[in-house]
């Protein structure tokens, strides 16, 4: 407070205080300096402007198994289809490794989220399909032992010929890999997209495509860069992800609803900004370049990769975040109009 | 006001309802006080809001009752016959245990039900603390104790109930603004209590229940003076389900689009030589 400031207050209770020893009564509202108690609940304000809803209590763990779980569940899809259609059966076991190895760590991450971890198989009491948090337990834990089960028998393959077991192992492994592969690169948009944040909600039709296509997109880069540049099949997945990645950017960009300002405003919206240019725009660049490159291609391939994935981890992270902001607009839970928005203080 | 060993006279199987008068609350936050110690809920500190008398601030995992300090515009005849007097309402918030719930629909482990009073009932012995309800509630009402781990919202005294005991805020509530009963009754009676609201010249008076919704009506109804946003309820509130069925559509077709790139590109671009 200045020294003018709290000599006025001082000389205003000094008058308040002759005028009741005068008149018995004090006629005038008392001090009400700027920020003082004492503001408006209003239509216009609602209550204090203080929001309504909850902000997610995730920790940074869930974008990073929402990264995580898309790119296992493609390259579950990817390892059980590929060496059946083509030649490409190094690919096809790197992708089912991969898959195995990103289910467990997928399942990690979510029990390292949990308020009490302990309690993770609680998940698996009951089985609700009004809950994508419920089907997605279910989802992960299927896909993981699909995924063990293909890799089992890759490794039974190897030590014996022929085996029935490992025969009967792959069938039942790749079948659930695809089957489940499905819902498990993609069902993390639907899981926040079916919630009261108005940010999600408002894309709930884009969320699940946008977070599948950057899970395919995250497995080819990965497989990329374990050694599998020269797949012509990869870069053509690589090209299909990032063509709809800049599609669904651009129809953001597009989109002009009010629910959206944390995708194009502040932090996050850099964030989402960045996570679309990533996965988007650039990835097309370096994967049309390196098919026209007379050398360097792997380079080109490779960093390709290196944007798909930074990309799809912005994206993740960018769009959680997002949310956090949105929950905390007080204005769209209340219906309150934009132009509504008066002054808090206002006397 | 009943005496402490009234039985109700409510049975399990029965739909019981609060109904929150603001008209006659005084800000008192007997009830806030009666929740934590029937509940034995930790206390919320000594933090001050800084931007309205209300230091609650909001419901939370250790704020089952919050009572509101509506300070409004000058308007004169209300809260007071001075126009110099700001309008000075107090509304006692809660779980709406709503009838058809976010929360519940979202909980993937069972520990959200509905009661045999029509309450939605958190079970912090099965609750696991994914915090996936706290973004499915459509009033910001369940919140995560980062502490315990685990999320915490109104019981309705569902223990009190089964003994035939009223819940603990509307049983210390000194002037009957929180009012328990049969839902059906307590409908019956925030009617007459509008008639007689509006009748007196409180042409603002109106009840909120969001029966027009997918919420489908709350079990926990308020009456209020003046436009719901002012209370922070929300006009419109929405279960997050009916966001589902455009969800899973999607994720669908783009799942079976994933499944189509995958085939051909590696059919025909998959083989060497």
Same mark, same amino acid.
């Given at each position: 407070?200045?020294?003018?400031?709290?000599?006025?207050?001082?000389?205003?209770?000094?008058?308040?205080?002759?005028?009741?020893?005068?008149?018995?009564?004090?006629?005038?509202?008392?001090?009400?300096?700027?920020?003082?108690?004492?503001?408006?609940?209003?239509?216009?304000?609602?209550?204090?402007?203080?929001?309504?809803?909850?902000?997610?209590?995730?920790?940074?763990?869930?974008?990073?198994?929402?990264?995580?779980?898309?790119?296992?569940?493609?390259?579950?899809?990817?390892?059980?289809?590929?060496?059946?259609?083509?030649?490409?059966?190094?690919?096809?076991?790197?992708?089912?490794?991969?898959?195995?190895?990103?289910?467990?760590?997928?399942?990690?991450?979510?029990?390292?989220?949990?308020?009490?971890?302990?309690?993770?198989?609680?998940?698996?009491?009951?089985?609700?399909?009004?809950?994508?948090?419920?089907?997605?337990?279910?989802?992960?834990?299927?896909?993981?032992?699909?995924?063990?089960?293909?890799?089992?028998?890759?490794?039974?393959?190897?030590?014996?010929?022929?085996?029935?077991?490992?025969?009967?192992?792959?069938?039942?492994? /790749? %079948?659930?890999?695809?089957? @489940?592969?499905?819902?498990?690169?993609?069902? $993390? &948009?639907? +899981? *926040?997209?079916?919630?009261?944040?108005?940010?999600?909600?408002?894309?709930?039709?884009?969320?699940?495509?946008?977070?599948?296509?950057?899970?395919?997109?995250?497995?080819?880069?990965?497989?990329?860069?374990?050694?599998?540049?020269?797949?012509?099949?990869?870069?053509?997945?690589?090209?299909?992800?990032?063509?709809?990645?800049?599609?669904?950017?651009?129809?953001?960009? /597009? %989109?002009?609803?009010?629910? @959206?300002?944390?995708?194009?405003?502040?932090? $996050? &919206?850099? +964030? *989402?900004?960045?996570?679309?240019?990533?996965?988007?725009?650039?990835?097309?660049?370096?994967?049309?370049?390196?098919?026209?490159?007379?050398?360097?291609?792997?380079?080109?391939?490779?960093?390709?990769?290196?944007?798909?994935?930074?990309?799809?981890?912005?994206?993740?992270?960018?769009?959680?975040?997002?949310?956090?902001?949105?929950?905390?607009?007080?204005?769209?839970?209340?219906?309150?109009?934009?132009?509504?928005?008066?002054?808090?203080?206002?006397? | 006001?009943?005496?402490?060993?009234?039985?109700?006279?409510?049975?399990?199987?029965?739909?019981?309802?609060?109904?929150?008068?603001?008209?006659?609350?005084?800000?008192?936050?007997?009830?806030?006080?009666?929740?934590?110690?029937?509940?034995?809920?930790?206390?919320?500190?000594?933090?001050?809001?800084?931007?309205?008398?209300?230091?609650?601030?909001?419901?939370?995992?250790?704020?089952?009752?919050?009572?509101?300090?509506?300070?409004?515009?000058?308007?004169?005849?209300?809260?007071?016959?001075?126009?110099?007097?700001?309008?000075?309402?107090?509304?006692?918030?809660?779980?709406?245990?709503?009838?058809?719930?976010?929360?519940?629909?979202?909980?993937?482990?069972?520990?959200?039900?509905?009661?045999?009073?029509?309450?939605?009932?958190?079970?912090?012995?099965?609750?696991?603390?994914?915090?996936?309800?706290?973004?499915?509630?459509?009033?910001?009402?369940?919140?995560?104790?980062?502490?315990?781990?685990?999320?915490?919202?109104?019981?309705?005294?569902?223990?009190?109930?089964?003994?035939?005991?009223?819940?603990?805020?509307?049983?210390?509530?000194?002037?009957?603004?929180?009012?328990?009963?049969?839902?059906?009754?307590?409908?019956?009676?925030?009617?007459?209590?509008?008639?007689?609201?509006?009748?007196?010249?409180?042409?603002?008076?109106?009840?909120?229940?969001?029966?027009?919704?997918?919420?489908?009506?709350?079990?926990?109804?308020?009456?209020?003076?003046?436009?719901?946003?002012?209370?922070?309820?929300?006009?419109?509130?929405?279960?997050?389900?009916?966001?589902?069925?455009?969800?899973?559509?999607?994720?669908?077709?783009?799942?079976?689009?994933?499944?189509?790139?995958?085939?051909?590109?590696?059919?025909?671009?998959?083989?060497?030589?």
């Amino acid at each position: 407070m200045s020294e003018a400031e709290s000599s006025f207050r001082e000389n205003r209770l000094d008058e308040i205080r002759r005028e009741a020893s005068q008149f018995g009564t004090v006629q005038q509202p008392g001090i009400r300096a700027a920020g003082s108690p004492l503001p408006k609940a209003s239509p216009q304000t609602g209550y204090y402007q203080q929001h309504l809803l909850k902000e997610p209590q995730w920790t940074p763990l869930v974008p990073l198994y929402f990264f995580v779980g898309g790119a296992s569940g493609s390259l579950g899809v990817i390892g059980s289809l590929a060496d059946l259609l083509g030649d490409n059966d190094e690919l096809a076991r790197k992708a089912r490794h991969m898959a195995t190895a990103g289910s467990a760590i997928s399942s990690v991450l979510l029990i390292a989220d949990l308020g009490r971890p302990s309690r993770f198989l609680n998940m698996l009491r009951i089985f609700k399909p009004q809950s994508a948090m419920s089907i997605g337990s279910w989802v992960l834990s299927g896909f993981s032992a699909f995924a063990a089960a293909s890799t089992l028998a890759d490794i039974l393959d190897r030590q014996v010929d022929g085996s029935p077991i490992a025969t009967f192992l792959r069938t039942v492994g /790749r %079948t659930g890999c695809t089957v @489940l592969g499905m819902p498990f690169h993609n069902y $993390t &948009g639907v +899981l *926040i997209g079916a919630t009261a944040i108005p940010l999600w909600n408002n894309r709930v039709r884009s969320l699940p495509r946008e977070f599948g296509m950057s899970g395919l997109q995250s497995a080819v880069s990965l497989l990329e860069l374990v050694g599998e540049t020269d797949s012509n099949a990869l870069n053509a997945l690589g090209l299909v992800a990032a063509a709809f990645e800049t599609w669904e950017g651009l129809d953001l960009l /597009r %989109t002009h609803d009010r629910e @959206l300002a944390p995708t194009k405003e502040g932090f $996050t &919206g850099a +964030l *989402i900004q960045t996570a679309g240019l990533l996965s988007g725009p650039l990835p097309i660049a370096l994967r049309v370049a390196s098919l026209f490159a007379s050398r360097r291609k792997r380079r080109l391939r490779q960093a390709a990769a290196i944007s798909g994935i930074i990309g799809s981890l912005c994206l993740r992270y960018g769009w959680v975040a997002a949310g956090t902001v949105s929950a905390r607009n007080w204005k769209i839970p209340l219906n309150i109009p934009d132009a509504a928005d008066v002054q808090l203080q206002e006397s | 006001m009943s005496g402490a060993t009234d039985h109700t006279g409510i049975q399990p199987g029965e739909v019981t309802a609060f109904l929150t008068d603001s008209t006659l609350c005084i800000g008192c936050k007997a009830c806030e006080v009666a929740c934590k110690e029937w509940n034995g809920i930790s206390a919320d500190g000594y933090d001050f809001t800084g931007w309205s008398y209300d230091n609650t601030a909001a419901l939370g995992h250790s704020t089952w009752r919050h009572v509101k300090f509506v300070e409004g515009h000058i308007t004169p005849g209300i809260g007071g016959n001075s126009a110099q007097q700001l309008s000075w309402e107090f509304s006692s918030d809660v779980c709406k245990h709503c009838e058809v719930a976010g929360c519940l629909e979202a909980c993937p482990t069972g520990s959200l039900v509905r009661t045999e009073f029509g309450s939605v009932l958190l079970q912090p012995d099965i609750c696991n603390g994914c915090s996936y309800c706290v973004i499915s509630c459509p009033f910001g009402v369940v919140q995560k104790n980062e502490d315990d781990g685990r999320a915490f919202k109104c019981t309705f005294c569902t223990d009190r109930q089964k003994g035939g005991l009223m819940p603990a805020c509307a049983k210390a509530c000194p002037t009957e603004s929180i009012k328990f009963g049969r839902l059906d009754d307590l409908q019956v009676e925030a009617q007459v209590r509008l008639a007689t609201l509006q009748a007196r010249g409180m042409s603002d008076a109106q009840i909120y229940d969001p029966t027009e919704t997918s919420v489908k009506g709350i079990h926990a109804m308020f009456i209020i003076r003046g436009e719901a946003e002012t209370y922070n309820l929300p006009p419109k509130p929405e279960v997050p389900t009916i966001y589902l069925k455009d969800a899973w559509k999607s994720a669908a077709f783009e799942a079976v689009a994933m499944v189509g790139a995958v085939v051909a590109s590696f059919f025909f671009l998959g083989r060497k030589g």
